[in-house]
Nanobody, 124 residues
Framework: QVQLVESGGGLVQAGGSLRLSCAAS????????LGWFRQAPGKEREFVSA????????YYTDSVKGRFTISRDYAKNTMYLQMNSLKPDDTAAYYC?????????????????WGQGTQVTVSS
């Protein structure tokens, strides 16, 4: 079982940048597919981006394409989400998640493990 720990959230002005990290403890990410989701107050948790750790394939929801970049560091066993040109609509708690099998990148139900979340607040 893998445990996920997010970090890097904070308060930033519109147009600014943040980099979120998702580190694994207990296991390596080698056999997992990974994703970032976010949840704003009163809204459903929604897909942001995903990464196949083995192949490097990446996926993004339309609203973040060109602004967010998902990446991985093998040596640190860590996934990142670089967020640029942030907007107030990006304000949410951001969660990383890991899937072991039957992965569908944007489908929340196909992820088996979740981190505790990190808050991102973008002021206008």
């Amino acid at each position: 079982q893998v445990q996920l720990v997010e970090s890097g959230g904070g308060l930033v002005q519109a147009g600014g940048s943040l980099r979120l990290s998702c580190a694994a403890s207990g296991r390596t990410f080698r056999n997992y597919k990974l994703g970032w989701f976010r949840q704003a107050p009163g809204k459903e948790r929604e897909f942001v981006s995903a990464l196949n750790w083995s192949t490097g394939s990446t996926y993004y929801t339309d609203s973040v394409k060109g602004r967010f970049t998902i990446s991985r560091d093998y040596a640190k066993n860590t996934m990142y989400l670089q967020m640029n040109s942030l907007k107030p609509d990006d304000t949410a708690a951001y969660y990383c998640a890991a899937s072991q099998a039957a992965w569908v990148p944007a489908l929340r139900a196909r992820y088996d493990y979740w981190g505790q979340g990190t808050q991102v607040t973008v002021s206008s």
